[in-house]
């Protein structure tokens, strides 16, 4: 039963509070840049206003807590612990002689996560358990605003583990229906609801009216409660007032009822007036319950891959038989695995096996390391690969999105103490048909096993959409009279048992000449009979050509747009709408480029030592490496690609700049640099994960960079231009009460500093209030600065 739905029954909808800055603005106090002190130092504020959302029909409160985390709070005189606790007392208070219930809110770090940032996954569990552990006497845990679906992960693992709460998980998305970090819906919607959170939804950025794709979306692919939290409208920067009324907002919010939205409220620029309108426009209206039909699937933040077609399962990163993968193992050798992971993903693989069962080796480790380095470089869903269930645990914690588990198998110990761990993590899980007994040589014993795996899989709740089935392929050469049954246990398992099938197809030639022959052969008859995940060689031209004539003839290629692309040398430009098959391949990248896209370091690294050996080093700035970051800059422009792929090849590129400034320090000359930029996010604002973003992706085009860091006073900015005589600086600002400090900021470096130009970036801020305040640029993400950067530095 859902946790939160306990809380209110026979409740139609479950009403929350609105905006806390926005209130605390009115109360004209000097908060700081850690507001939530105020629990503490002004307690009856915090308390006023929590009072003023009770008053308006709030059934839940939040605490004052949403920074409370010790990076935001450092060097504020108190302790999470003493914060949170406050936090939590206070609205205690507010509440009492209510029946409303608390809200423990928990908002982002505020650092980038691996592989994006420095941040672990494994500090970030910590953080949010010290925020769980400290405000455990709530009634509800909200986590939300969050941008990335990693820190999510984090912060709701901390919350399942460290407490009982019901769990409230909303994230923050775009108008592209994507988060800032590249998160899809979908993805958030099929990770979230597997790690068993008992609502979810969206908050901040976009006002009603742009939410209601959004949670239209998300209601096709959660059974959850939905959870809505918009802005009132935008915001002006000039005066901080938003652009949509309480009314106007509250009939915007109840057009949402028909796709399951459950728990509503407001975020930034609401106040209790609004939440009065919602619960007047909601007088007398049904909760809409969903019930999608969601189909089997897997993802990563950036994609999901749904197992409606035959989709190929690369093989390449499994030890088994491939000795230079053992030795690269054995040796931590992980470019060697990037690699591997690449060239499959070049050739058409959608899914990845994982493996790292090495004898001598510290399996759980490597196997992590392997994890957290592949979605570094790739947004391929990864499936796990190993019978051990610590193993698998551990990758299954780092993975950000939802896997596969390969595998579980019909003996008790294995259904005991694998299954717990896919549901756990809302992974879907390979069963083998195999037990105590070994593999079957009869399909009807097969079909038994999986029959029990499946039993098994949904009396623990997993889905059955979640439970595939490998029937495995008996070697034909040592199994000639039982390979067929093979075949016809995958039609059975596909058509009777209604449940997606695996199969390692390779094995089948196993110990014959020319395997190569059989094994596409068989593919083709797998396919026939039903397969959906063919584990295999994506490198091979016969196995891809064999599922590329299956998609044709099956009528899943529309237009034969796939096939004809691939087989007749002709750009053929499709008007089939979804998503590309496996076999479209990119456009032919040079090495140099097809390393940084996939960051390769060492390889990178490797190949401008060689070019270098020929050609001067500005020679090889401006004419490969400028030109890769560009085009990789319009991809991410186009929505090909978002910030984490942008961060990789920025990453990847430095490596490529060090080779080049090692080689010009060994020869003596002077260093090359296209210029020197400061950057800083400005009085009052401690958010600066889009000001970093913006310094990787700069110092990756070649500018040194002077980070002011967070927090930056006015004249400290104008101070490091004069010394180093700077032409360019960037200011960074999120939030409508820190735009003043912008302001301020560029009015003394027009003063000090005329010939100075200056870029304006943050959420909150429109191009005609940039040009307004003084600013050179109104740059919208990290590509643009680069673009201003070169203007100036030209």
Known sequence: MNKLLNLFPNREFIFLDGGFGTMLQKENLDVGRVPEVLNITHPQVVQRIQKAYIDAGADIICTCSFGVNKYKIEGCGYTVEELMKAAVKNAR??????????????????????????????????????????????????????????????????????????????????????????????????????????????????????????????????????????????????????????????????????????????????????IKAIHEAFEGKKYCRQNPNIPAAVCTPEKTIIIDQPRIIGERINPTGKKKLKEALKNGDMDYVLTQAADQIRDGAEILDVNAGVPGIDEKSVIVNIVKALQGITDAPLQIDSGDPEVIEAALRVYSGKAIVNSVNGEEKSLASILPLVKKYGAAVVGLTLDEDGIPTTKEKRIEIAERILSRALALGIPRKDVYIDCLTLTVSAEQENAAGTLEAIKYVKEELG?????????????????????????????????????????????????????????????????????????????????????????????????????????????????????????????????????????????????????????????????????????????????????????????????????????????DIIDLGKDVEPQRVVDAVKEKDVKLVGLSALMTTTLHSMAETIRLLKTAAPECKIMVGGAVLTEDYALEIGADFHVKDAKESADAAKLIYA
């Open 93 to 274: 208070e507010a509440a009492e002689g209510t029946d409303t219930k608390i809200g423990l809110d928990i908002g982002p770090i505020g650092r980038l996560l691996e592989p994006n940032g420095s941040l672990s996954f494994e500090e970030a569990y910590e953080i949010f358990k010290l925020q769980v552990e400290a405000g455990s006497d709530a009634d509800v845990i909200l986590i939300e605003t969050m941008t990335d679906l990693y820190e999510m992960k984090a912060a709701v693992l901390a919350a399942k583990e460290n407490a009982e709460l019901p769990i409230i998980a909303t994230m923050s998305f775009e108008a592209n229906q994507r988060t800032f970090t590249g998160t899809e819906v979908r993805a958030m919607a099929l990770t979230l609801e597997g790690l068993g959170v008992d609502a979810i939804g969206m908050n901040c950025s976009l006002g009603p009216a742009e939410f209601k794709p959004l949670i239209e979306e998300l209601s096709k692919w959660t059974t959850l409660p939905i959870v809505s939290k918009a802005n009132a409208g935008l915001p002006n920067p000039a005066t901080g007032e938003y652009d949509v009324e309480a009314e106007q907002f509250a009939k915007l919010t109840a057009d949402l009822i028909p796709h399951g939205v459950k728990a509503v409220g407001g975020c930034c620029g609401t106040t209790p007036a609004f």
């Open 499 to 703: 449940l997606k099938t695996v199969l390692g197809v390779s094995n089948i030639s196993f110990g014959l000449p020319n395997r190569s022959i059989i094994n596409h052969n068989f593919l083709q008859m797998a396919l026939t009979c039903g397969l959906d995940l063919p584990i295999m060689n994506p490198g091979s031209a016969e196995m891809m050509q064999a599922v590329a004539v299956y998609k044709l003839i099956m009528n899943i290629d529309k237009g034969s747009m796939a096939y004809i692309k691939n087989y007749s040398g002709e750009v053929v430009t499709s008007t089939v709408s979804g998503n590309p098959t496996s076999a479209e391949k990119p456009q032919q990248e040079s090495e140099v480029e097809y390393a940084i896209n996939n960051g390769l370091g060492a390889k990178c690294r490797e190949l401008i030592e060689k070019e270098l050996d020929s050609r001067e080093p500005l020679d090889v700035i401006n004419n490969t490496l400028i030109p890769i970051l560009d085009r990789a800059g319009k991809d991410f422009e186009a929505g090909i690609t978002f910030i984490p792929q942008l961060m990789l090849c920025a990453s990847t590129a430095q490596q490529a700049f060090d080779v080049i400034k090692e080689k010009i320090e060994a020869a003596g000359t002077e260093q090359v640099s296209r210029g020197t930029i400061v950057i800083a996010t400005v009085k009052g604002d401690i958010h600066d994960i889009g000001k970093n973003i913006v310094k990787v992706i700069l110092e990756n085009y070649g500018y």
